[in-house]
């Protein structure tokens, strides 16, 4: 089973939209968790850090809840500038980092 | 300034070569990884050197062997390559501690092809 599980998509929404990503996590001792944006043929990016009490950036909105053990990000007034590939990781054991494979996300006009 | 700087870009090779990825880093992190990224886009960790002490290593060839001279730099030297070894390799850094909220800072990556 992998560490980090996320819906591969391709999510395909309107300018304007709101979209919502899930992730799951299988390590409960699970201490760190983030969400890192990915373009084509590019390294990833952090885009936001994941706190126990959720916080949010701008459009962006990330939550986290431990008993369930998964995490999400909301991006509201979805940019075309937003297609990318979104990656979820949870971090734990002095910074080993687990990565899911990506959720593919496509903003059209 | 790039934050973290790998060479070379891109590396085409035969099989059974041998060669070597580099990696700097410049914003005084104390921890280094190496990951690799498969056609499926899964990134995987390879490995991770705090203070230029091996602290990760994950399930990876011997042929894979890394070295770290000092803490702002990681190379990884791969022997006898395979068709499988085909990849994008990241390098990355940290400040480290596992409640980091800073996360990684990635380098731009190395694509290697094995032919």
């Known amino acids: 089973r992998k560490e980090v599980e996320q819906d591969p998509g391709p999510f395909n929404v309107p300018e304007g939209a709101t979209v919502a990503f899930n992730c799951t996590y299988s390590n409960s001792a699970s201490q760190s968790f983030f969400w890192y944006r990915q373009d084509c043929r590019k390294e990833p990016k952090l885009l936001m850090s994941v706190y126990s009490s959720g916080n949010e950036d701008g459009r962006f909105t990330a939550q986290l809840n431990r008993a369930s053990q998964y995490i999400s990000l909301l991006i509201r007034d979805s940019k075309l500038s937003d297609s990318a590939t979104y990656l979820c990781v949870a971090a734990y054991n002095f910074n080993k980092f687990y990565f899911g494979s990506g959720t593919k996300l496509n903003v059209k006009p | 300034d790039t934050a973290v700087s790998q060479t070379p870009k891109y590396l085409v090779t035969q099989m059974g070569n041998d060669k070597s990825i580099k990696c700097e880093q410049n914003?005084?992190?104390?921890?280094m990884y190496w990951y690799k990224q498969d056609s499926k886009k899964f990134l995987k960790i390879m490995f991770s050197?705090?203070?230029?002490?091996?602290?990760i290593n994950e399930t990876v060839p011997n042929r894979f062997s890394p070295k770290s001279p000092d803490k702002a730099h990681l190379n990884l030297h791969i022997n006898s390559l395979e068709l499988g070894d085909s990849a994008v390799y990241f390098c990355?850094?940290?400040?480290?501690?596992?409640?980091?909220?800073?996360?990684?800072?990635f380098g731009s990556g190395t694509r290697l092809t094995v032919v």
């Open positions: 050197y705090n203070n230029k002490e091996l602290i």
């Open positions: 990355a850094s940290s400040h480290g501690g596992t409640a980091d909220i800073y996360g990684y800072t």
């Open positions: 914003l005084g992190h104390d921890t």
